[in-house]
């Protein structure tokens, strides 16, 4: 019976969520927004006001992106730490508590929580106090201890009423109703649920008005007042049709066909227990298909069809089980966690002292990268500088053989032609690395020189910007080879591992698409995407942003002045395809061989940038890691357009406060 509750609350729990998706996607957009920075922090990281911004980001992203949450959080903690802010820094414990709650870890969550409120009751702050108490007592109603979760969310009702804050009553209200309820105090119940549902009311809050109006039936259906818990039921699902909100429909013709059946109405029990269990199977949710097969069931048994009642039987059976084992695995979690505040303090300095031995680690292992990036640089010089000296000591021993022996030299020519066509045909490495050896050689001449130059001080301050300009180019140019070289040589040593991970599209692009706004706008290229916020594929977040770094950039290469680079994708069956577009100056069929057959070749942008082909190796070694297609369509003097697929995110829901 506790396992019944509990799925029962989730249920509850899920039907406030309907209209969040996009909520949220459009407050993370306004949110990054005004964040105004590319992920370090700037000079802002000292600001109360950027702190508070990063924690309603991370809060933002809860029942999002699980990775997203804490990297803000973790940003908004330490910022606060430094800057000695103790509600910013309560406050990011509290959402850290809720994300560690979101990936299951409730031994992290209960010790983010106690440390929030101890904070929060050093600082007097009223508000957080209750906000922590309302997320202690959400898991101990998701545990099944109705009763320690009343005693806290009564005491947090006092407080928010005490505070006068509206918006969060209507929320605690609910939540007593639903205690209430489970404790068979339908009476108490059915008082909360109204003040919620008034409260919501005069907020104007349509969506929250919806539900609670839902819960006011389900406590009338318990007291036998039928026809009541049928108009609120009703009236809740006009609204979630207009709205097209697909769980609140799902959830409340569940509920119709319950009254129906009591009502032993069965034809109209009937079909809202069908369109719920059909919309429930289209959003592939356990707990709705579990409801809606239960309720079928029930009725197909009333009406004295064994048949199906057998059938829909097992199929509650099967999701009951899986929901079960899923309910068990999270108690058997939280026992582990113990209620023992001074046992969660020493647990959180444990968390704390792993993690600044894993961030040691990691800035080990980053300062080793940094060398070996180095280590790789000076090698390459010393290879362009050894075959530099060795090809001017060839050409004057050729001079000397053209002077004694014209027959001898045009022997050697045909010799010389023919090794180079071995060496180019030997192995695919070795002509990548022998490009990079001498591209770089012309970004590092030009330090050189200007590094003269300025010591000689020969330079105006114009013809030094003009130079400096040409030299960022370059060193651009060669950091994306190298780059990309590192990045490829890695995957052909099986050095990378694919982490994916749920990858909203669209913001990802827009930050992307921020990195060439400068190049794009100094060739007159246009960029657009057409992506909509509902795309969220499942892959490896550096990979992905690479490949589409990649193709982004060789799209503006091969644009002209008045060109537009478009990013748009489509989902087909279970992946999403994504078209980089560009109106340029297209490829060769030579080109589109070279790429088909996964070999590297020089080629150059409308406005002589230097590529190798590097990136589209990776473009399709990492999409190919990603469980995913890349190809590359083109017409010379009609553009390009480069595809890839990723699969689409698996379907994700959680506790939200």
Known sequence: MKSLGMVTWLLLVLSAAPGLVWAQSKEISRLRSSLGDTGDGGSHASDTAYIDLLNRLSHAFYGINSDSAFYYGHRAQQAAQLKGYRRGEAESWRILGNTYEMVGDYVSMLSCYHHSHEIAE??????????????????????????????????????IRQIGDSTQLAFILSHLSDLAFHSRQYTQALQYARQAYAQARALKDESAAANYCNEIGKVLAALGRYSEALDCHLQSLAYYREANDRLGMTTTTNRLAQVYLLLKDYPRAVAYAQESFSSAAKMRRKPELEGSARVLADIYEAKGDDRNALKYYKVYKAYSDSLDNDISHKQLLALSAGNDYEKQKLSLREEEARKEVLYLRRLRKQSLQISITIFVIVVLSLIAFILLRSRRFIRRTNQLLREKNGKIEQQKEELEHQAVQLLLNNQQKDKLFSIIAHDLRGPLNSLKVMMDFLKEKRLSEEELSGMLKEIRRNVDYSSEMVTNLLYWASSQLHGLVVMPVSLPLK????????????????????????????????????????VLRNLISNAIKFCRDGDAVTISAEVCDSEIEVCIADTGIGMKEDMLEKIIRKESFTSYGTAKEKGTGLGLLLCREFTEMNKGRFWVESQWGNGSRSYFTIPLAPNSSSIRL
Request: hydrophobic letters at 40%; a negative charge; zero cysteines.
């Open 122 to 159: 050093q600082i007097g702050d009223s508000l957080l106090i209750a906000k922590v108490n309302v997320n202690i007592a959400l898991f101990y109603k998701q545990e099944g201890d109705y009763e320690q979760a009343k005693q806290l969310m009564e005491k947090v009702n006092a407080t």
């Open 507 to 546: 913001p990802m692009a827009a930050e992307i698409f921020g990195l060439f706004v400068q190049q794009a706008q100094e060739k007159g290229v246009r960029l657009q995407s057409l992506l909509s916020d509902e795309l969220e594929g499942y892959g490896d977040k550096d990979m992905i942003e690479i």
